[in-house]
């Protein structure tokens, strides 16, 4: 069965700083992993997916992830945060059959002026 | 716009009055599912549809109830409403590919339901 670890339930950065949000999957097989966030009092949103296309992805937002198959690793960066990514960050394995999302507590990042 | 819409956004109601939350979609998607989120638990699964009165449980079912008669809504049916159903609920949606996996579920708003 497909799980994420995400290693850190708070983040805290500098506006203008990069941002790292670390998510570790364990799965005996090449996972479809993805990050969504959620803004306060907001719904759900896509930032990226990975599908085994392609190891680096680009989302939304300016934010990318690497799937680093020997780390087992999809950690979500961005070069420099923006006081509007303060948010709650979930990364999420897509399970087989029946599809369920399996969120996890999530990351949440403060970005401070 | 392609969405998922869930009415009502917010409701309180009390212990055993039913309920019901409904769920739409305008992008022709197969599959519709429900999640709960609680704090400290993340999003767990509720019901899932992968068509037309085609629908399963997911991890936490017990007091809730799906219908899947058109392909487009999904509603959400809690027949005898109790305090431990109090959450954030969120109904989403995704295209079945045949060839599996990858697909970006759609969520919508959520619903915040608190039952006194």
């Known amino acids: 069965a497909q799980s994420v670890t995400q290693l850190d339930s708070h983040v805290s950065v500098s506006e203008g700083t990069p941002v790292l949000l670390r998510c570790n999957y364990s799965s005996s097989y090449s996972p479809s992993l993805f990050w969504y966030v959620q803004h306060p009092n907001k719904g759900l949103q896509l930032l990226l997916k990975y599908t085994s296309a392609a190891t680096l992805v680009k989302g939304i937002n300016g934010f990318e992830a690497e799937f680093k198959k020997s780390e087992t690793s999809f950690h979500l960066t961005k070069p420099s945060a923006h006081m509007s990514d303060a948010a709650e960050y979930f990364c999420v394995p897509l399970g087989t059959g029946r599809r369920a999302l399996t969120f996890g507590s999530g990351t949440r990042l403060q970005v401070q002026p | 716009e392609a969405q998922v819409t869930q009415n009502p956004r917010y409701l309180i109601t009390v212990t055993g009055k039913k309920l019901t939350v409904t769920c739409s979609q305008n992008m022709n998607h197969e599959y519709m599912s429900w999640y709960r989120q609680d704090p400290g638990l993340g999003l767990r699964q509720i019901y899932y549809s992968m068509n037309v009165e085609v629908t399963d449980k997911g991890d936490v079912p017990e007091g809730y109830k799906v219908s899947r008669k058109e392909k487009r809504n999904f509603p959400l049916i809690l027949e005898s409403p109790s305090p431990n159903q109090t959450s954030l609920y969120f109904c989403?949606?995704?295209?079945?590919?045949?060839?599996?996996?990858?697909?970006?579920?759609?969520f919508g708003p959520g619903t915040r339901l608190t039952v006194l």
């Open positions: 989403a949606s995704s295209p079945l590919l045949t060839s599996g996996g990858g697909d970006e579920q759609f």
